[in-house]
């Protein structure tokens, strides 16, 4: 059978998306389960993590967002048997791409699907769902009475993480990328508290954080990246500078980053210091890490196809494409022409 790889080159720019033959391996392992891929969800490959954890490899599998029907499981395996509808996310070690027909992978990584749940709706908001947790739930310690900002809310998992936030009893400020992206938030429901149209010169975003909040600031910032130079490639010039970050964090703030070159001078971490503000990097990758933390993985997982199947996480995606398209969408991802792209087995 036929999956995704990324063939990596001398730079991130140089990586290319190709089509390769795998093979499935024929016996199992103790807790093993061979699953039949009904839909795949396709996200932007992190080349440097992969550099960093010197996985040694030149072609890096794509598509680890997954859902399907168990073939067989391993001698050990206690959670599934064959025919159980799945979803879960492939690890960052795996050596087989989630464009596969059928993929092997340990039982600890997969959850059972609600039966009111589409296939498409479980691989496409899995992810993106534990990101939205782990930000809210674990680093920045959520509570009912707080406001969030969400920078970029029309985002995949900006939507999921206002979603998660409503649900819990908390105030949410979002910004939006583009007047589409405004107009959207703008309609939501639940509504959000106020779109920031950080798109528009006129509208800044400090101010109105300070004048939602009465001047106190929000309690946490949940970030899409952040501008790191006066010259920035256009893609992030509508991005935060971190002064404006530490500026609007209330007393006692949390600030979520997903930017990794994040670097604060002394007078940054002495604006932290004086309002007891904290900073997290989001990095979800760190539950497949541990074994310790596999209980709270799969109870996160669960926890998220439930809310997927009761409504309560109501994700917006487009349309699936068919797997001859997923070269093209890939590069597309890779290159930030669209969010994410899910691809459906026929």
């Not at 001698?75 to 599934?80: A, G, R, S, Y």
């Not at 600030?255 to 990794?260: F, G, N, S």
């Not at 670097?263 to 309002?275: E, G």
Request: negative net charge.
């Amino acid at each position: 059978m036929k999956g995704l790889y990324c063939k990596l080159g001398e730079t991130a720019a140089d990586a290319k998306f190709v089509v390769r033959e795998t093979n499935v391996p024929s016996a199992l392992g103790s807790n093993q389960v061979k699953v039949q891929v009904k839909a795949c969800a396709l996200s932007p490959l992190d080349i440097k993590l992969h550099e960093d954890l010197k996985f040694q490899r030149d072609l890096v599998p794509v598509g680890r967002e997954i859902v399907g029907i168990v073939l067989q499981v391993g001698p050990k395996v206690t959670f599934f048997q064959p025919d159980d509808e799945v979803v879960g996310i492939l690890p960052l070690d795996t050596a087989m791409s989630g464009l596969c027909d059928a993929v092997v992978i340990n039982e600890h990584h997969l959850v059972q699907k609600p039966e009111k749940l589409s296939w498409v709706e479980a691989a496409g908001a899995i992810r993106d769902g534990l990101r939205a947790y782990t930000a809210l739930h674990t680093l920045a310690r959520m509570a009912s009475g707080h406001t969030l900002l969400v920078l970029d809310g029309a985002s995949p998992f900006g939507v999921l993480a206002i979603q998660l936030a409503h649900y819990h009893g908390v105030k949410v400020l979002a910004s939006a990328l583009s007047s589409e992206d405004q107009k959207f938030l703008e309609q939501l429901r639940p509504s959000v508290a106020r779109v920031i149209g950080v798109w528009d010169a006129k509208v800044d975003l400090v101010d109105s954080c300070l004048e939602e909040t009465g001047g106190l600031g929000v309690d946490i910032v949940m970030d899409s990246g952040v501008r790191l130079h006066e010259e920035e490639p256009e893609a992030r010039c509508l991005l935060p500078y971190k002064h404006d970050i530490i500026t609007l964090i209330g007393v006692g703030g949390h600030w979520v980053t997903t930017e990794q070159n994040l670097q604060l001078d002394p007078p940054d971490s002495r604006s932290l210091f004086l309002k007891a503000a904290s900073l997290s990097f989001l990095n979800e990758e760190v539950w497949g890490a541990s074994s310790a933390r596999q209980g709270r993985y799969l109870h996160i997982m669960k926890d998220i196809v439930e809310k997927l199947s009761t409504g309560t996480l109501r994700p917006q995606l487009e349309d699936p494409v068919p797997l001859y398209d997923a070269t093209v969408s890939m590069e597309m991802v890779q290159n930030n022409q669209v969010r994410k792209r899910l691809v459906i087995q026929l």
